[in-house]
């Protein structure tokens, strides 16, 4: 019994498997010869120089995947023996290439699968993040926005932290392919984009199906869709392995679980109460100074920030509003009837979506050297240098700058979001009459 569960772990673990459903969905796998084996090609290691004034270099699988410690000083030992004669060995530069035509290692026979999978990663990347919490509260629902964001934040986080303690690596490359490498300096268990594409969509359902008058069979549909767009667009990718993806899915329903109704009994005294707020930032901090370190940089760590500080951001300005005075319980029974927009509420809607998106990005471009120029000021370094630089290894000075840009610039990016942004909409006329009734 034991020996089957191992079998079954180590195939959905397996590469080769991801491999093959990439060629299922008209992923072609090119390789040097013919007859050369999977086994041959994981051999095979390219150097790229870091840039032509150093010759550190940094060694890489074929399409970009990681090596172990071992193989990595095997590299280095030979850059440097060739430093030291003045004699550089001969290096394979791979292409990098984010189109679908001339990637050496690879050809999409299937272009239509490929942009669908693309669109499907995206759902749980920062930009996604970025528009579509926003335009919750602004357009559809406040109350609903904050509880969806407080399951989203303890979700990701502990799936972030789960990657950097696991520390599993994504699939081989070959016998898979790497289509995308943003994410590569990540570990690959848990899938935290399945988590998401899980938790986001299904907890808009389960906080609006007994608040709205809607089919919740079809919210159900929707988000099983959403939740398999997002999952097989990491493994089309090669970012993650299948088990990844079951891992990140089971993980997410299990804390939504308990999380779910949390939450829902729980918000209303978290923007109610000072103190719930206090502690939620404390919290929130916590788990940035507290984070699990690891003996090489990933970039978890800053999208945990990001994450925990948009939760605390939001929930800070839904205090402010309330008690400010602004903020009030809706004296109309549930359920209500969904009041689609008409033609005026419509162009208010996307005049508000469009000043309120160039606010967040005004927010984060002013914080980002806000916090830059004033900590490099205290520490007499140049900032602009420091902005520059992307050595988080040995830089602990721009990995802790870096993690304070991120947590004030998501924070004032929640605040402005809930708190200073709605009353600009309310001076220009452009407001949601019920923004404010929503608790």
Same mark, same amino acid.
């Given at each position: 019994?034991?020996?089957?569960?191992?079998?079954?772990?180590?195939?959905?673990? @397996?590469?080769?498997?991801?491999?093959?459903?990439?060629?299922?969905?008209?992923?072609?796998?090119?390789?040097?010869?013919?007859?050369?084996?999977?086994?041959?090609?994981?051999?095979?290691?390219?150097?790229?120089?870091?840039?032509?004034?150093?010759?550190?270099?940094?060694?890489?699988?074929?399409?970009?995947?990681?090596?172990?410690?071992?193989?990595?000083?095997?590299?280095?030992?030979?850059?440097?023996?060739?430093?030291?004669?003045? #004699?550089?060995?001969?290096? /394979?530069?791979?292409?990098?290439?984010?189109?679908?035509?001339?990637?050496?290692?690879?050809? /999409?026979?299937?272009?239509?699968?490929?942009? $669908?999978? %693309?669109?499907?990663?995206?759902?749980?990347?920062?930009?996604?993040?970025?528009?579509?919490?926003?335009?919750?509260?602004?357009?559809?629902?406040?109350?609903?926005?904050?509880?969806? +964001?407080?399951?989203?934040?303890?979700?990701?986080?502990?799936?972030?932290?789960?990657?950097?303690?696991?520390?599993?690596?994504?699939?081989?490359?070959?016998?898979? #392919?790497?289509?995308?490498?943003?994410?590569?300096?990540?570990?690959?268990?848990?899938?935290?984009?399945?988590? #998401?594409?899980?938790?986001?969509?299904?907890?808009?359902?389960?906080?609006?199906?007994?608040?709205?008058?809607?089919?919740?069979?079809?919210?159900? $549909?929707?988000?099983?869709?959403?939740?398999?767009?997002?999952?097989? @667009?990491?493994?089309?990718?090669?970012?993650?392995?299948?088990?990844?993806?079951?891992?990140?899915?089971?993980?997410?329903?299990?804390?939504?679980?308990?999380?779910?109704?949390? +939450?829902?009994? =729980?918000?209303?005294?978290?923007?109610?109460?000072?103190?719930?707020?206090?502690?939620?930032?404390?919290?929130?901090?916590?788990?940035? !100074?507290?984070?699990?370190?690891?003996?090489?940089?990933?970039?978890?760590?800053?999208?945990?920030?990001? +994450? !925990?500080?948009?939760?605390?951001?939001?929930?800070?300005?839904?205090?402010?509003?309330?008690?400010?005075? %602004?903020?009030? !319980?809706?004296?109309?029974? %549930?359920?209500?009837?969904?009041?689609?927009?008409?033609?005026?509420?419509?162009?208010? %809607?996307?005049?508000?979506? !469009?000043?309120?998106?160039?606010?967040?990005?005004?927010?984060?471009? &002013?914080?980002?050297?806000? @916090?830059?120029?004033?900590?490099?000021?205290?520490?007499?370094?140049?900032?602009?240098?420091?902005?520059?630089?992307?050595?988080?290894?040995?830089?602990?000075?721009?990995?802790?700058?870096?993690?304070?840009?991120?947590?004030?610039?998501? &924070?004032?990016?929640?605040?402005? =979001?809930?708190?200073?942004?709605?009353?600009? &909409?309310?001076?220009?006329?452009?407001?949601?009459?019920?923004?404010?009734?929503?608790?």
């Amino acid at each position: 019994m034991i020996s089957k569960l191992m079998e079954m772990v180590a195939h959905l673990k @397996s590469p080769q498997l991801v491999a093959s459903i990439q060629q299922f969905f008209g992923v072609r796998i090119h390789y040097d010869r013919p007859d050369k084996t999977f086994q041959d090609e994981k051999e095979k290691y390219i150097c790229t120089r870091m840039n032509e004034e150093d010759y550190t270099s940094t060694c890489q699988k074929i399409n970009g995947c990681d090596i172990n410690d071992k193989q990595l000083n095997v590299c280095t030992e030979r850059t440097n023996s060739s430093k030291r004669t003045g #004699v550089n060995e001969p290096m /394979i530069k791979r292409e990098e290439t984010s189109t679908i035509s001339n990637n050496p290692n690879y050809t /999409i026979d299937n272009p239509f699968w490929y942009y $669908i999978f %693309l669109f499907g990663t995206e759902l749980g990347d920062e930009i996604f993040y970025s528009t579509f919490i926003p335009f919750l509260f602004w357009n559809i629902d406040g109350a609903v926005g904050q509880r969806v +964001v407080l399951v989203w934040a303890t979700v990701m986080t502990i799936g972030q932290i789960m990657k950097d303690v696991i520390r599993w690596p994504r699939p081989a490359c070959p016998p898979a #392919v790497r289509l995308q490498n943003k994410w590569s300096q990540e570990y690959g268990m848990p899938s935290t984009h399945a988590m #998401v594409g899980f938790t986001i969509p299904f907890s808009v359902v389960l906080f609006t199906m007994h608040k709205y008058i809607y089919p919740s069979s079809l919210g159900c $549909i929707i988000a099983l869709l959403w939740c398999a767009l997002v999952s097989m @667009s990491r493994l089309y990718l090669g970012m993650h392995t299948v088990l990844d993806i079951i891992a990140g899915l089971v993980l997410a329903i299990a804390l939504m679980i308990p999380l779910v109704p949390l +939450v829902d009994i =729980t918000n209303s005294y978290v923007i109610t109460n000072f103190w719930f707020v206090v502690i939620l930032i404390m919290v929130t901090i916590a788990v940035i !100074v507290y984070y699990p370190s690891n003996y090489k940089w990933t970039p978890t760590r800053s999208d945990t920030a990001m +994450v !925990v500080s948009v939760a605390a951001g939001l929930h800070a300005g839904a205090w402010l509003n309330y008690y400010s005075g %602004l903020l009030r !319980v809706s004296q109309s029974s %549930l359920p209500f009837h969904i009041v689609w927009p008409t033609y005026s509420t419509f162009s208010h %809607l996307i005049i508000r979506t !469009v000043l309120g998106f160039s606010g967040v990005i005004a927010t984060k471009y &002013f914080c980002k050297s806000f @916090s830059y120029i004033t900590i490099c000021g205290i520490l007499q370094i140049n900032w602009k240098e420091l902005m520059k630089c992307q050595d988080y290894n040995s830089n602990q000075i721009k990995v802790f700058v870096d993690l304070v840009y991120k947590y004030l610039s998501c &924070f004032m990016i929640g605040l402005n =979001t809930v708190y200073l942004l709605p009353q600009v &909409f309310n001076m220009i006329g452009i407001d949601r009459p019920a923004f404010y009734s929503e608790i």
